[in-house]
C-alpha cells in the first residue's frame, strides 16, 4: 500500500475528515487530498506533521510487512523502495532503509538531493546526515555550512533546513530521522 493509501486509511479509522486531519496537522486541505490520490510524495516534516495528527509514527506510513531482526537492506533491493519529492526538475530521491521494522524509533533513509534548492523544513525531532557522495550545501536555522563526502551533521530539526547539491550533480547521503512519540 502507498503512503497517500495509508494515510487515507489512518484518517478513516479515526473517522477524520479530510478537512478536520489537515487542520489538525496544519497542513493545506489541498496538499493532504494530493497526498491521498498519489499525486506528491510529503516532504518528511509533512509526513510527520500527519504521523502526530493520526497518533501513528513516522515509520507507519513507510511499513508493508513486517520483517525479523536483524533488517537488512541489499544495494540491489533499494531501488524497490524508492520515494520521490519535489519537482520533476529537483526531486528528493528517499530510499527508506527501514521499511519493515515495525518496532523502529528512527527512520534511516538514502537519499539523493539534485542542485536546486527545495523549501526550508521544520519538524519535531533530530536529524543525523552523513554526506556519501558530492557536496551539500546545509542552511540550518542562521547558518550556512558546506558538507562534503565523509561530514556529517546532527540537529534538532525544529530550526528550519534544508539541504542542495552544489554544483551540476546530485548528491548522496544517509539521513537518519528521529521523532518522539
Do not use: W
Not at 506528491?40 to 525479523?68: N, T, Y
Not at 563526502?149 to 525544529?158: A, F, H, K, M, Q
Amino acid at each position: 500500500m502507498s503512503v497517500g493509501k495509508r494515510i487515507e486509511s489512518f484518517r478513516q479509522r479515526k473517522e477524520m475528515s479530510v478537512d478536520e486531519l489537515a487542520k489538525v496537522a496544519g497542513v493545506k486541505t489541498q496538499v493532504l487530498e494530493a497526498i491521498e490520490r498519489e499525486d506528491v510524495f510529503p516532504a518528511i516534516g509533512v509526513l510527520i506533521k500527519l504521523a502526530r495528527a493520526l497518533g501513528q509514527r513516522l515509520g507507519s506510513f513507510m511499513d508493508d510487512q513486517f520483517k525479523e531482526d536483524p533488517l537488512v537492506v541489499l544495494k540491489a533491493e533499494r531501488d524497490r523502495r524508492r520515494q520521490s519529492i519535489g519537482s520533476n526538475a529537483n526531486p528528493y530521491d528517499y530510499y527508506s532503509l527501514g521499511q519493515g521494522k515495525p518496532d523502529r524509533h528512527m527512520e534511516p533513509f538514502y537519499v539523493i538531493i539534485g542542485p536546486n534548492e527545495m523549501p526550508l523544513s521544520s519538524h519535531e525531532g533530530e536529524e543525523f546526515i552523513y554526506v556519501i557522495k558530492g557536496r551539500l550545501e546545509l542552511r540550518c536555522g542562521n547558518k550556512v555550512q558546506v558538507l562534503e563526502e565523509g561530514d556529517s551533521v546532527y540537529y534538532n530539526s525544529l530550526l528550519p533546513h534544508v539541504l542542495k547539491s552544489i554544483g551540476p550533480d546530485s548528491a548522496e547521503i544517509v539521513a537518519t530521522v528521529f521523532t518522539p512519540f
